[in-house]
């Protein structure tokens, strides 16, 4: 059973950078899409951008700017890295599996929450 | 971007009716790329449909999803206890993906 877990600082300062890792167990990341999306505490969610597994990426433009997502295959990890945050990058963060032969995300982490303040 | 506009925001129905949840797209879905999820407080998205209408790995027949274009439903057939949730739907035939803003069905 392929398993996903965010790790990282809960606490960002404003105008720093943001950084996350997933760590994939229970398969490899080899030959898949994988994708970060976030969700403010009571709101919707949002896609901020994908990798495949050899580093090709797509980001959100409304991200873009601001947003690297990286790939290490030698520890089966995908990671976040997003730049000049504010308040308003204040979310739950998941990775998550594109499924493969399709975009849907069929593998979610748990989650891990990032709040911006000083 | 494609805007996914969910209604109704939220549904009050009671264990075994009938929940029918719908999603629409401000143009049409590419490929009929629409997925669904089901989302408990504190937990992290679960796939139920892909493809508008094919259900994922371990998802009960209960759940069928149907559409084309620009409107799509997700109608769960007799609601269980463990069905009351959130639902948001999801393009990803069109970059960037976007999510609806979820519906919540909650026992009346």
């Known amino acids: 059973q392929v398993q996903l877990q965010e790790s990282g600082p809960g606490l960002v300062k404003p105008s720093e950078t943001l950084s996350l890792t997933c760590t994939v167990s229970g398969g490899s990341i080899y030959g898949y899409y994988w994708s970060w999306i976030r969700q403010p505490p009571g709101k919707g969610l949002e896609w901020i951008g994908c990798?495949?597994?050899?580093?090709?990426?797509i980001y959100n433009p409304s991200l873009k700017s601001r947003v690297t997502i990286s790939a290490d295959m030698s520890k089966n990890q995908i990671s976040l890295k997003l730049r000049s945050v504010t308040a308003a990058d204040t979310a739950v963060y998941y990775c998550?599996?594109?499924?493969?032969?399709?975009?849907?995300?069929?593998?979610w982490g748990q989650g891990t929450l990032v709040t911006v303040s000083p | 971007e494609i805007v996914l506009t969910q209604s109704p925001g939220t549904l009050s129905l009671s264990p075994g009716e009938r929940a029918t949840l719908s999603c629409r797209a401000s143009q049409s879905v590419g490929s009929g790329y629409l997925a669904w999820y089901q989302q408990k407080p504190g937990q992290a998205p679960r796939l139920l449909i892909y493809g508008t209408s094919s259900r994922a790995t371990g998802i009960p027949d209960r759940f069928s999803g149907s559409g084309s274009g620009t409107d799509f439903t997700l109608t769960i057939s007799r609601l269980e206890p463990e069905d009351f949730a959130v639902y948001c739907c999801?393009?990803?035939?069109?970059?960037?993906?976007?999510f609806g803003q979820g519906t919540k069905v909650e026992i009346k």
């Open positions: 998550a599996r594109d499924q493969r032969g399709t975009s849907a995300l069929d593998y």
């Open positions: 999801q393009q990803y035939g069109n970059s960037p993906r976007t």
């Open positions: 990798i495949f597994y050899s580093g090709s990426t």
